[in-house]
């Protein structure tokens, strides 16, 4: 009898000392602010493990990159980015971003032990060194998208957002969402604009708006946890602001006065002037043609690049092609040379129809056209027409 009460007390003792290990594992959703570089600018995710028991209080990050790898920015323009999961101490991370004046921002996940071992588990098996490095992609597979889709794998039953996660929303889009969260950063917001083509304005679901930390901190704090016997616990138990810099996105902002339309407006003014001058004189001031289609034919080798190559899913098809093309460039020599001849280019001759229609139908074209590419395309349109002209009166004589 004393041998069976003894076995039993130490079989109570070895579950209760196992279940207190287990309670004493915290796994949170850290929430990152934006920050002032164009790769900040959608705030970061990132997932916080605790074991009182062990001491251990990590982080793991799903966003860590490479600048120094072997043509990263060839590679990124391709889609061909490899990101990694990482993991550090909570102290040296909580510090990071203190340094950088970003706040975080921690979301208890409120899961049973038997949840909480699988999700560090799922951890700990993703930061294995042949599993750790993935394919990243900034829409589809990020430092959002992982964390997400770790946690839903680990809950016992289903994870029920407050609102249908698959159903598309009219005035939602990936351009759209990349305006709000660049807002302030007018450059950057103009550079992402023109490399997105139309696949950007197709609307899209709530699920797929959670590509975005913000986003998915918001979608969280409204789940529950639906049980297989049906139930209901809220997925996240508490929220706190770890790290508090007194920053506020407006701090992050650009205070840039010459932004993208004021800058393509001024050229707009500069090249009307120009023209002008050069129609009193008869003179062709080719020099200016220089300068605007090699620019224009530069801009458009990197998007036809971006449409041909690129395995972004979001920047093709792209209708800016008609005003930026690689044809401006490859065809300047002839260009020039006619111009300097004082013959009439045909290739300039097409250029303002194309050029024509597009402005006039750039409210039916299936893609938002940025405001800034209107006195971009009328540059090049009023070179164009001013030269044919000029060529014509010099014919005519």
Same mark, same amino acid.
């Given at each position: 009898?004393?041998?069976?009460?003894?076995?039993?007390?130490?079989?109570?003792?070895?579950?209760?000392?196992?279940?207190?290990?287990?309670?004493?594992?915290?796994?949170?959703?850290?929430?990152?602010?934006?920050?002032?570089?164009?790769?900040?600018?959608?705030?970061?995710?990132?997932?916080?493990?605790?074991?009182?028991?062990?001491?251990?209080?990590?982080?793991?990050?799903?966003?860590?990159?490479?600048?120094?790898?072997?043509?990263?920015?060839?590679?990124?323009?391709?889609?061909?980015?490899?990101? @990694?999961?990482?993991?550090?101490? +909570?102290?040296? =991370?909580?510090?990071?971003? *203190?340094?950088?004046? #970003? $706040?975080?921002? /921690?979301?208890?996940?409120?899961?049973?032990?038997?949840?909480?071992?699988?999700?560090?588990?799922?951890?700990?098996?993703?930061?294995?060194? @042949?599993?750790?490095?993935?394919? +990243?992609?900034? =829409?589809?597979?990020?430092? *959002?998208?992982?964390? #997400? $889709?770790?946690? /839903?794998?680990?809950?016992?039953?289903?994870?029920?957002?407050?609102?249908?996660?698959?159903?598309?929303?009219?005035?939602?889009?990936?351009?759209?969402?990349?305006?709000?969260?660049?807002?302030?950063?007018?450059?950057?917001?103009?550079?992402?604009?023109?490399?997105?083509?139309?696949?950007?304005?197709?609307?899209?679901?709530?699920?797929?708006?959670?590509?975005?930390?913000?986003?998915?901190?918001?979608?969280?704090?409204?789940?529950?946890?639906?049980?297989?016997?049906?139930?209901?616990?809220?997925?996240?138990?508490?929220?706190?602001?770890?790290?508090?810099?007194?920053?506020?996105?407006?701090?992050?902002?650009?205070?840039?006065?010459?932004?993208?339309?004021?800058?393509?407006?001024?050229?707009?003014?500069?090249?009307?002037?120009?023209?002008?001058?050069?129609?009193?004189?008869?003179?062709?001031?080719?020099?200016?043609?220089?300068?605007?289609?090699?620019?224009?034919?530069?801009?458009?080798?990197?998007?036809?690049?971006?449409?041909?190559?690129?395995?972004?899913?979001?920047?093709?098809?792209?209708?800016?092609?008609?005003?930026?093309?690689?044809?401006?460039?490859?065809?300047?020599?002839?260009?020039?040379?006619?111009?300097?001849?004082?013959?009439?280019?045909?290739?300039?001759?097409?250029?303002?129809?194309?050029?024509?229609?597009?402005?006039?139908?750039?409210?039916?074209?299936?893609?938002?056209?940025?405001?800034?590419?209107?006195?971009?395309?009328?540059?090049?349109?009023?070179?164009?027409?001013?030269?044919?002209?000029?060529?014509?009166?010099?014919?005519?004589?």
């Amino acid at each position: 009898m004393r041998r069976i009460v003894g076995l039993l007390t130490l079989l109570i003792l070895t579950v209760g000392v196992r279940a207190e290990a287990k309670d004493s594992i915290r796994l949170s959703l850290l929430t990152c602010d934006a920050g002032e570089e164009i790769y900040t600018l959608f705030g970061h995710s990132a997932i916080r493990y605790q074991h009182r028991g062990k001491g251990i209080d990590m982080v793991f990050n799903y966003g860590l990159f490479n600048f120094g790898a072997p043509n990263f920015i060839l590679r990124f323009a391709l889609g061909e980015t490899d990101y @990694q999961l990482g993991m550090t101490t +909570y102290d040296r =991370f909580a510090a990071e971003y *203190a340094w950088y004046g #970003r $706040d975080v921002v /921690e979301q208890e996940l409120n899961l049973n032990p038997e949840e909480k071992e699988r999700l560090v588990a799922a951890l700990e098996e993703n930061y294995l060194p @042949q599993n750790r490095v993935y394919r +990243y992609n900034f =829409f589809y597979d990020n430092c *959002a998208t992982r964390p #997400r $889709d770790q946690i /839903e794998r680990a809950v016992t039953g289903d994870i029920r957002y407050a609102q249908p996660m698959e159903s598309l929303l009219a005035n939602v889009t990936y351009r759209t969402l990349l305006h709000r969260y660049s807002e302030g950063h007018p450059w950057s917001r103009f550079g992402m604009d023109l490399c997105m083509g139309s696949e950007a304005d197709r609307p899209i679901t709530r699920r797929a708006m959670m590509f975005v930390p913000f986003l998915l901190h918001d979608a969280l704090a409204q789940a529950v946890i639906l049980g297989n016997d049906s139930t209901e616990r809220p997925l996240v138990c508490s929220e706190r602001r770890l790290v508090q810099t007194g920053l506020t996105a407006a701090d992050h902002r650009s205070d840039d006065i010459l932004t993208p339309d004021v800058c393509a407006w001024l050229l707009l003014v500069v090249v009307i002037g120009c023209t002008w001058y050069g129609f009193s004189k008869r003179r062709p001031l080719w020099g200016i043609d220089l300068v605007l289609f090699l620019a224009a034919g530069t801009a458009g080798c990197i998007l036809a690049f971006l449409v041909l190559f690129s395995q972004h899913p979001a920047v093709s098809p792209n209708y800016l092609l008609w005003v930026f093309h690689p044809l401006h460039l490859f065809c300047l020599p002839c260009l020039l040379r006619r111009v300097a001849k004082g013959k009439i280019s045909r290739y300039l001759v097409a250029n303002i129809v194309i050029l024509t229609l597009f402005i006039i139908l750039k409210g039916v074209i299936p893609q938002e056209i940025p405001p800034t590419v209107v006195p971009l395309a009328g540059c090049l349109l009023l070179r164009s027409a001013y030269q044919v002209i000029l060529a014509k009166q010099k014919a005519s004589k």
